[in-house]
């Protein structure tokens, strides 16, 4: 559980939920003794019942899309780059990165050799090829945009200057016996490998959105060594062979994004660091700190951060409904879908045209288009592999997949046919194919929002930010 005895109501948003800020700094990095980079690998064919097999469709889908073109019309922003960095490490932080460092991208910092994942190109040939089943507001856009990006010439990065890396802690590594964790067996680097790419991906497109060339850049996927960056962005320091960092250990996943958009860096780590002491104990004016880090260091991933299992419960839910009187009606009575159709009034169509309510700020269309790629994604023939039948089990694995990937709260129902559209997109009717339903629920956070009117550009984007993160987990 997610114990807190201080407040971080005062704290800047771009300081992150890490006291990143207290640790000893030095001019250079270290740069003795940092381990060579590996690329992950995602494909597990002696292990069908794997997560790390199912994550990487949609890591292979980010790390096609890692670049971009770059918007002709420069975006006004502030010249002072600390202001700039202050901006895109808070975006970083609303993505929900553990920890985001900025650094110079020197000559030492390019691979030999780049990494590509594997499975991109089959992935691209979907994007170039493959029609949506969907009515979402501006998916045309967003998937002409996807299409041009793919036929483009590949980049190169050599006139960037700057990197942002990302740094995510891996989750606890399942216990011996502990209930529903069958699927998640050496899959926390792929986890925090999967959730990095999300953010560096979302950046680099935000940034291009801007005016100015930006690449993400994963474990998987990658012109730049991310070893190197993260000690020159002053997130690590190398020991003993392995990298550090202060509060997490060695456990943790990396991606980052190089950029020409000019940012005050940050210093790198000292070697020798002052004890973090009771501040980091007890969070003093943090998010994190030593006691909450880890939700789940004392409790099963199952379970969820949170003690649901304290929650008062029903046989049937407490809202009366009247199950044989619910109509079932077609997708295209949804609001979105009526308001691109003028059922609105001519307003609310002008609105919506194109998506243009996600499209009139950059953050929310940074995020809008991996959604629509990952729109891709969301069908599939089932595999063809043993089908597991203890329902207990498999609920028990569900919640703690759910949880082990970061969803914030996991319910399983049944899925009764009124809950169904009648028609798709499409106009095709809806036979209801599944039985059963798991709901998530995404925190949006309230941080954000407490300097917003309720009708500017950050509502659109925390939105978009769990829509982002539905699709992916």
């Known amino acids: 559980m997610t114990l807190r005895?201080?407040?971080?109501?005062?704290?800047?948003?771009?300081?992150?939920p890490y006291p990143l800020e207290r640790l000893a700094r030095q001019d250079t990095p270290l740069t003795d003794g940092i381990p060579a980079p590996r690329p992950l690998d995602f494909q597990t064919p002696d292990r069908q019942d794997s997560l790390i097999g199912a994550m990487s469709e949609h890591q292979a889908m980010m790390d096609a899309i890692r670049d971009?073109?770059?918007n002709k019309a420069r975006a006004t922003c502030p010249d002072d780059p600390a202001e700039r960095a202050n901006h895109l490490k808070a975006f970083g932080y609303f993505s929900d990165a553990p920890m985001v460092g900025i650094c110079r991208l020197g000559p030492d910092a390019y691979l030999e050799t780049p990494w590509r994942n594997p499975g991109i190109d089959r992935l691209a040939d979907d994007l170039r090829t493959r029609q949506t089943k969907t009515l979402a507001s501006g998916i045309d856009l967003i998937m002409a945009d996807l299409k041009d990006s793919m036929e483009a010439p590949p980049s190169t990065i050599q006139d960037h200057s700057h990197a942002i890396v990302f740094l995510y802690d891996h989750p606890r590594a399942p216990r011996d016996g502990e209930p529903g964790t069958g699927w998640l067996t050496g899959a926390e680097a792929h986890r925090s490998c999967l959730r990095a790419s999300?953010?560096?991906?979302?950046?680099?497109?935000?940034?291009?959105l801007l005016g100015w060339d930006a690449k993400a850049h994963t474990q998987t996927s990658s012109d730049v060594d991310l070893n190197r960056l993260v000690v020159a962005a002053g997130l690590a320091i190398p020991r003993d062979g392995d990298l550090v960092n202060p509060f997490v250990g060695t456990r943790f996943g990396l991606a980052a994004l190089t950029t020409t958009f000019e940012m005050t860096p940050d210093r790198p780590l000292a070697r020798r660091q002052p004890g973090l002491g009771p501040r980091w104990w007890l969070g003093y004016r943090t998010?994190?700190?030593?006691?909450?880090?880890?939700?789940?260091a004392r409790r099963a991933f199952h379970m969820g951060p949170h003690p649901f299992e304290t929650l008062k419960r029903t046989d049937a839910p407490t809202t009366f409904i009247d199950e044989p009187r619910v109509p079932r009606v077609p997708k295209r009575t949804d609001m979105f879908a009526r308001a691109q159709f003028g059922d609105l009034g001519p307003a609310v169509q002008e609105g919506a045209k194109g998506g243009h309510y996600a499209r009139k700020a950059a953050p929310s269309m940074a995020e809008r288009r991996m959604l629509g790629a990952f729109v891709l994604l969301q069908d599939g023939a089932p595999g063809r592999g043993p089908r597991p039948v203890d329902a207990p089990g498999n609920a028990l694995a569900v919640k703690a997949t759910s949880y082990f990937l970061g969803i914030d709260a996991v319910g399983i129902s049944r899925c009764p046919d009124w809950t169904w559209?009648?028609?798709?997109?499409?106009?095709?009717?809806?036979?209801?194919?599944?039985?059963?339903?798991?709901s998530m629920i995404v925190d949006q956070g309230f941080e954000t929002m407490e300097?917003?009117?309720g009708d500017d550009w950050i509502s659109v984007a925390q939105s978009m930010r769990a829509y982002l993160r539905f699709s992916l987990l």
Request: no cysteine; charged share 20%; proline share 11%.
């Open 421 to 438: 559209y009648s028609h798709d997109a499409t106009g095709t009717p809806i036979d209801p194919p599944h039985p059963n339903a798991i």
């Open 451 to 453: 300097g917003a009117s």
């Open 287 to 296: 998010a994190k700190s030593a006691f909450n880090r880890d939700p789940y």
């Open 5 to 16: 005895f201080f407040s971080d109501r005062s704290r800047p948003v771009h300081l992150g």
């Open 198 to 208: 999300e953010t560096a991906v979302v950046l680099a497109n935000y940034i291009r």
């Open 68 to 70: 971009g073109l770059v």
